[in-house]
């Protein structure tokens, strides 16, 4: 759990939350709880994980501890999958990854892929809520983790 904890209590200096804060969300409590038992609360995560990357870090950091249940693993998971999830390149980016990363059906992911070859590419977000039938309300969202 050495490591998750390292990773987990370095999420400060992403500029989420105050110095020394984790961000506040589901699961905030418990990632506090289980990982601020053998670490510093105060180091902040730099890393940014797929919910299945973040899934295999967790196994890592608590297989051997049988105290943590596995429905608090996946809490902790989604705590950290929902908060420190990397950016993702709209204008690079296959549609398949557009969807898994700002949770679109296959059909929107493939209209910005599409517009994105006919239009060339996005340079701010105003560009990418132009994509015909997109809910922009669907692209807010993920306003902090998109790359142009």
Not at 20 to 49: I, M, N, S, Y
Not at 60 to 87: H, W
Not at 121 to 133: A, H, Q, R, S, Y
């Amino acid at each position: 759990m050495k490591s998750l904890g390292l990773v987990l209590f370095s999420i400060a200096a992403a500029g989420q939350s105050p110095p020394g804060a984790l961000p506040d969300g589901p699961g905030k409590d418990l990632v506090e709880a289980v990982c601020g038992a053998c670490h510093e609360p105060t180091r902040v995560a730099t890393q940014h994980f797929s919910k299945t990357e973040w899934q295999s870090k967790v196994l890592e950091m608590l297989q051997e501890d049988p105290d943590v249940t596995q429905q608090e693993r996946d809490r902790i998971v989604d705590y950290l999958a929902n908060n420190f999830r990397p950016k993702i390149n709209v204008n690079k980016a296959p549609a398949k990854d557009l969807a898994e990363a700002l949770e679109l059906s296959a059909k929107d992911a493939d209209a910005i892929a599409r517009y994105r070859e006919k239009n060339g590419n996005f340079k701010t977000i105003e560009d990418l809520k132009k994509v015909p039938g997109l809910d922009a309300a669907k692209i807010e969202v993920h306003r902090e983790r998109l790359d142009f």
